[in-house]
């Protein structure tokens, strides 16, 4: 689960660390720690920059539905949709999941239903 590539996305270390093993959320205000990186941590909830909700939702949605149940915590399951609706698939998106799928044997079947949806 670990070392699944559809799990495993560039990030900076420093807010990397900072985030920690927090829930994400919506929070209140823009505190911007982090300069130009539009990430807020606090209280122990992490939100992240705006055009990264639906790709992190999509994220938890297939470790859920490849790991099964208890990946997304219930708190957070309309959250995850909420975040899916707001930011869709780009591009990018759907072709990271083609090149991972060629290197790792299988289907995100959550961004790849997405990405013919939207046509990409």
């Given amino acids: ?13 420093e807010v ?6 927090y829930s994400y959320a919506m929070l ?3 505190q911007r720690e982090y ?3 539009n990430m807020e941590i606090d209280d122990q909830k992490a939100e992240p920059p705006d055009d990264k909700f639906g ?11 490849a790991y099964g149940r208890g990946v997304i915590s219930g708190k957070n399951v309309k959250l995850f949709e ?5 930011d869709p698939v780009d591009k990018w998106e759907c072709e990271r999941a083609r090149l991972i799928e060629k290197i790792q044997g299988n289907r995100n079947m959550i961004v790849a239903n997405a990405c013919q949806e939207a046509g990409l």
């Avoid at 990397?16 to 093993?21: C, F, I, L």
């Avoid at 790709?55 to 539905?65: G, K, N, Q, V």
């Fill in 1 to 13: 689960m670990q070392a699944d590539l559809y799990n495993l996305v560039p990030a900076i270390g």
């Fill in 16 to 21: 990397n660390g900072d985030r920690s093993n």
């Fill in 28 to 30: 209140q205000g823009e």
């Fill in 35 to 37: 300069g130009s990186c």
């Fill in 55 to 65: 790709d992190i939702a999509r994220t938890y949605m297939y470790m859920e539905s």
């Fill in 82 to 86: 909420a975040w899916n609706r707001m």
